[in-house]
């Protein structure tokens, strides 16, 4: 990836990776020492920041069939945006040229459900606490989950000036972990 790509071209990519996703049972992408050497000297380019839960079955470079630095990652107990996260994306996109940013949420959050049915002690409450301020009265997982994740979406569009940037777009969706398809907004 040698020049940037459009917000469009990238969520294209991203759907097109899904649909693959959904089909196989191996994520065959570039990995290869040639790839990591390359990128090593050039640098990355990846095509989309993916902002999302830090659950071990959500993978986003296996879930959009991608390899090496195609995908700046970001990841965080559910999903969650503060200054570290606002930071990442910032960099992404005005260093480099990330144009789509997807807030990735996910089915069976456990951050999700211990905002819901819990009342967690320690750092895990900074997480829920956010959360909770997302999803204000929702019961609904899936619900409160789309709450969540619109809420993000919204903080990173308010605190930066990146979406004044050449088309950076800035969207959420749902990864659904048993269907392994990604709901786009």
């Not at 759907?15 to 959904?22: F, I, P, Q, S, V």
């Not at 079955?57 to 195609?70: K, L, Q, S, T």
């Not at 997480?127 to 990173?156: P, Y």
């Amino acid at each position: 990836m040698d020049q940037i790509m459009s917000a469009k071209t990238a969520l294209e990519r991203l759907k097109t990776g899904n649909e693959a996703y959904l089909a196989v049972a191996r994520n065959d992408s570039d990995i290869s020492p040639a790839l990591r050497e390359k990128t090593a000297k050039e640098g990355q380019h990846p095509y989309a920041v993916i902002v999302t839960c830090s659950d071990s079955r959500v993978i986003p470079e296996d879930i959009f069939m991608a390899g090496i630095g195609e995908l700046f990652v970001i990841r965080v107990a559910g999903n969650v945006i503060d200054n570290h996260q606002l930071g990442s994306v910032e960099y992404a996109a005005s260093h480099l040229g990330c144009r789509l940013v997807v807030v990735l949420g996910h089915t069976h959050c456990g951050a999700i459900d211990a905002a819901l049915h819990h009342d967690p002690e320690g750092y895990i409450k900074f997480v829920t606490d956010e959360i909770s301020l997302a999803i204000g009265d929702e019961t609904d997982a899936l619900k409160a989950c789309w709450k969540n994740v619109e809420r993000s979406v919204s903080l990173i569009k308010d605190s930066l000036d990146i979406q004044k940037e050449d088309d950076v777009r800035i969207l959420g969706a749902v990864y659904d972990i048993e269907t392994g398809r990604v709901e786009f907004e």
